[in-house]
């Protein structure tokens, strides 16, 4: 089968959950025998007239330079030069399937090329931007959970913040038209998408909200890539914790809010090790370090693959403080794949992948107090992680999930082309 992933944006260059989801699905793919391409735009990688070939995969990597918000969300209009370089990757490949990862900053003509070339589609739900330019249901005014588009004027001000412009916001009601419209064309796309896959159940309830597409929308849980090696079995001490938290380090993900709660614990016997990028979102990290003050909470940075399993195999708990509507979150999958309990915000999909007192706990999302409590009883009971430890099920992994994948790659490839 000859597979073509289409994402916004590619290792190495960014390593998101989406990204990484995308590079060890194409690589699980290539290693059973499929042919598969990537097309994702970069910003600084040096381009060559030729796709290269990497871990048995084609990368199409078309050179689009340091962009803005505003242009950023433009290209989802027009951008010749991306749609060029697209049509000029399909035509090279010749792929069956097309499988779209994301669209955030590509051209949704794009899919009116698909479709015209008779190349069946799917689509990955991995966060909200068909619903949402903001892609996570958050506002960028105040910094609170959306119910969704409100005569597209909470749309119009989420977009003249994010262009960096928040003192237009008065120009909300002339803007919220264009808001409309971009939805409307995204809606006009998802339709013609053969199947849309969500994470989690959580993410098929909030998309059929505002889609009428139950037809399409079929729920296929995410696959990690195990350790390569056994890992060391963690032994539980009473007064001692090892925190981790290991993921972005931007707002909406409620690292500060794990920084509070760490500083009103025992300054012994306690550690926090955040790991993430700390080049993403500079001034948040910056208040962030500001906030410490506690002597074992420590900013590593960015940690690799091959350092992943040796951090989580040394903590007592992973904590996912997130303040948004989190679709899938691997490091929940990674932590248990480790046998880490994981402390959880009581909030989207998480409750999904979170069992409270079974293997993990869940907390108010936002409420350091709240979090603080959950992590001292940790603290000082060593048999309550044990307890969770236990209730830790078997992970799905990339195997699993990719065989999930091609099994619907193959269902969509024998159905008649809908020509409505």
């Not at 992970?395 to 269902?411: G, K, M, P, Q």
Request: aromatic letters at 8%.
């Amino acid at each position: 089968m000859r597979i073509l992933h289409l994402v916004h944006q590619y290792p190495p260059e960014f390593i998101g959950g989406t990204e990484r989801y995308t590079m060890e699905l194409a690589e699980q793919q290539a290693l059973a025998g499929h042919a598969v391409a990537v097309f994702a735009p970069t910003t600084s990688l040096p381009t060559k007239e030729r796709p290269v070939l990497a871990n048995g995969i084609i990368e199409y990597r078309p050179l689009i330079g340091q962009r803005t918000a505003h242009s950023v969300f433009a290209a989802t209009f027009s951008s010749r030069s991306l749609l060029e370089s697209f049509v000029g990757a399909v035509r090279e490949f010749k792929p069956a399937l097309v499988h779209i990862e994301h669209l955030i900053g590509l051209p949704l003509k794009i899919i009116d090329q698909i479709v015209d070339a008779d190349i069946p589609f799917i689509v990955t739900l991995h966060d909200y931007w068909f619903i949402c330019a903001n892609a996570q249901l958050l506002t960028n005014y105040d910094q609170t959970i959306c119910s969704g588009p409100d005569r597209y004027l909470n749309c119009a001000r989420c977009a003249l913040v994010r262009s960096g412009v928040p003192s237009l916001q008065p120009l909300s009601p002339p803007v919220a038209p264009l808001m409309a419209w971009r939805n409307k064309v995204i809606e006009k796309a998802l339709i013609k998408a053969r199947r849309l896959i969500a994470p989690t159940r959580f993410v098929k309830a909030k998309y059929l909200e505002f889609f009428d597409l139950a037809e399409k929308v079929v729920v296929i849980p995410h696959g990690i890539r195990m350790p390569e090696l056994p890992l060391i079995e963690h032994k539980y001490q009473a007064n001692r914790l090892n925190i981790s938290y290991v993921g972005g380090l931007s707002w909406q993900k409620g690292v500060h809010v794990l920084i509070e709660a760490v500083n009103m614990m025992p300054e012994e016997d306690v550690w926090l090790g955040i790991y993430g990028d700390t080049s993403a979102f500079p001034q948040y990290v910056a208040d962030l370090s500001q906030m410490i003050r506690h002597p074992g909470i420590k900013m590593p940075g960015q940690i690799d693959r091959g350092k992943l399993w040796s951090v989580l195999s040394k903590s007592d708990v992973v904590v996912v403080p997130s303040l948004w509507y989190e679709t899938a979150s691997l490091i929940v999958q990674e932590a248990f794949a480790a046998r880490v309990p994981v402390v959880a915000s009581r909030i989207g999909a998480l409750q999904e992948r979170v069992v409270d007192e079974h293997d993990g706990l869940l907390v108010a999302p936002g409420d350091a107090r709240s979090l603080q409590r959950t992590l001292m009883q940790l603290y000082k009971q060593p048999e309550l992680r044990l307890k969770l430890r236990s209730g830790i099920q078997p992970v799905r992994t990339i195997e699993d999930h990719a065989s999930a994948i091609e099994n619907l790659y193959r269902t969509v490839l024998h159905e008649p082309i809908d020509q409505s």
